[in-house]
């Protein structure tokens, strides 16, 4: 606490003439003081100095508190990006594995048509290659909700963005 200075005043006005004559003014008295008064404490007890070591600290886990937000918003970051890179790997080895299934399928086909292979494994090769189409479609579904997840985190999530995603999405469909 700091020095409290404090000024104090007073003026009082006091008649002992008991006459009803109000002409004569010898009985008004006028009495004036002043005063000054300093006020400073000798011994607080700490307070001062616990309550600067407090805000001190409270300063400090505040700033811990921000920086732990900042790494974990880096943390999720650095992770919705490599988890955008697995996809787009993923996307394009399905996109390799379905040219193969095709290729499979086309040779049970030519197999199927000179007798060499049975309609079971040409169903098989179909339905492989279905089952890779349907993958690569989950995948591609993943890709977005990822990239989309990435956009809100950044903030740079638009309307323009999720329709642009959306057109992409519906024209490779």
Same mark, same amino acid.
């Given at each position: 606490?700091?020095?409290?200075?404090? $000024?104090?005043?007073?003026?009082?006005?006091?008649?002992?003439?008991?006459?009803?004559?109000?002409?004569?003014?010898?009985?008004?008295?006028?009495?004036?003081?002043?005063?000054?008064?300093?006020?400073?404490?000798?011994?607080?007890?700490?307070?001062?100095?616990?309550?600067?070591?407090?805000?001190?600290?409270?300063?400090?886990?505040?700033?811990?508190?921000?920086?732990?937000?900042?790494?974990?918003?880096?943390?999720?970051?650095?992770?919705?990006?490599?988890?955008?890179?697995?996809?787009?790997?993923?996307?394009?080895?399905?996109?390799?594995?379905?040219?193969?299934?095709?290729?499979?399928?086309?040779?049970?086909?030519?197999?199927?048509?000179?007798?060499?292979?049975?309609?079971?494994?040409?169903?098989?090769?179909?339905?492989?290659?279905?089952?890779? $189409?349907?993958?690569?479609?989950?995948?591609?579904?993943?890709?977005?909700?990822?990239?989309?997840?990435?956009?809100?985190?950044?903030?740079?999530?638009?309307?323009?963005?999720?329709?642009?995603?959306?057109?992409?999405?519906?024209?490779?469909?």
């Amino acid at each position: 606490r700091t020095p409290v200075v404090s $000024i104090t005043g007073s003026l009082s006005r006091s008649n002992y003439d008991y006459s009803e004559d109000v002409s004569s003014g010898d009985g008004n008295y006028d009495n004036a003081t002043v005063g000054l008064a300093l006020s400073m404490p000798l011994y607080s007890g700490g307070s001062i100095n616990a309550s600067i070591r407090q805000a001190a600290a409270e300063a400090e886990s505040s700033r811990e508190s921000r920086d732990d937000s900042l790494q974990t918003i880096e943390l999720n970051i650095r992770s919705l990006v490599l988890n955008l890179q697995t996809s787009v790997a993923q996307v394009q080895a399905q996109k390799v594995l379905i040219k193969s299934r095709r290729s499979a399928l086309e040779a049970s086909k030519a197999g199927y048509e000179v007798g060499t292979r049975n309609l079971v494994e040409l169903l098989d090769a179909q339905s492989n290659l279905f089952d890779a $189409i349907d993958a690569l479609q989950q995948y591609r579904y993943n890709f977005v909700l990822q990239q989309l997840q990435l956009l809100e985190v950044t903030g740079e999530l638009t309307e323009d963005k999720i329709k642009s995603l959306d057109k992409w999405l519906v024209s490779r469909s």
